[in-house]
T-cell receptor, first 113, second 115 residues
Framework: KNQVEQSPQSLIILEGKNCTLQ??????????LRWYKQDTGRGPVSLTI?????NTKSNGRYTATLDADTKQSSLHITASQLSDSASYIC????????????FGAGTRLFVKA | EAQVTQNPRYLITVTGKKLTVTCSQN?????MSWYRQDPGLGLRQIYY???????DKGDVPEGYKVSRKEKRNFPLILESPSPNQTSLYFC??????????????FGPGTRLTVL
């Protein structure tokens, strides 16, 4: 069964600290993995997209890694800011003739001053 | 500005009263889809469309209908809403043309409550 599991469910950190969010998936055949940021009450916004051959992708203070062998990805946030408070969603797509997309439940990040 | 718009943003209705949530994109994208988001669950796809007059069911299509008469519009129709369709709905679009790594753009969401 195609699944995307994210951990932790929620996380509280102090402003300026780093953090790492985890994503494990069992989606097959793998096409790509995306990380989205979703502010409360808004639609998700794409942060990074990685295909099978890519193992790291950065977008400013956000760095995503992908290990296609172990089917794990992480999103590392450096020098967190209050505006990083949001849900972070891992999304994995399977190449199945069309594009099957499976969303994780997200990690809710709270950055405190 | 490239965007996906949805209307209404908030809607409270009663069981059985037909409603339509509109979605429009200005990026000439072929691929459009509807998702619902419920607490503790990931976004689940309701329906998607790969181009005009081409639609298909997603993971949770029961109780919903869609149409794609024009490239820019992809309305979601609830013929007889029920309380279990209370949710946050998102429309999204991206290029299709085999470009699976293209960015998918999401609308701002429609919060629907069915009493």
């Amino acid at each position: 069964k195609n699944q995307v599991e994210q951990s932790p469910q929620s996380l509280i950190i102090l402003e300026g600290k780093n953090c790492t969010l985890q994503c494990n998936y069992t989606v097959s055949p793998f096409s790509n993995l995306r990380w989205y940021k979703q502010d409360t009450g808004r639609g998700p916004v794409s942060l990074t997209i990685m295909t099978f051959s890519e193992n790291t992708k950065s977008n400013g203070r956000y760095t995503a890694t992908l290990d296609a062998d172990t089917k794990q990805s992480s999103l590392h946030i450096t020098a967190s800011q209050l505006s990083d408070s949001a849900s972070y969603i891992c999304v994995v797509s399977a190449e199945t003739g069309g594009f099957k997309t499976i969303f994780g439940a997200g990690t809710r990040l709270f950055v405190k001053a | 500005e490239a965007q996906v718009t949805q209307n209404p943003r908030y809607l409270i209705t009663v069981t059985g009263k037909k409603l339509t949530v509109t979605c429009s994109q200005n990026m000439n994208h072929e691929y459009m889809s509807w998702y619902r988001q419920d607490p503790g669950l990931g976004l689940r796809q309701i329906y998607y469309s790969m181009n005009v007059e081409v639609t298909d069911k997603g993971d949770v299509p029961e109780g919903y209908k869609v149409s794609r008469k024009e490239k820019r519009n992809f309305p979601l129709i609830l013929e007889s809403p029920s309380p279990n369709q209370t949710s946050l709905y998102f429309c999204a679009s991206r290029r299709y043309e085999g470009a699976s790594t293209d960015t998918q753009y999401f609308g701002p969401g429609t919060r629907l409550t069915v009493l």
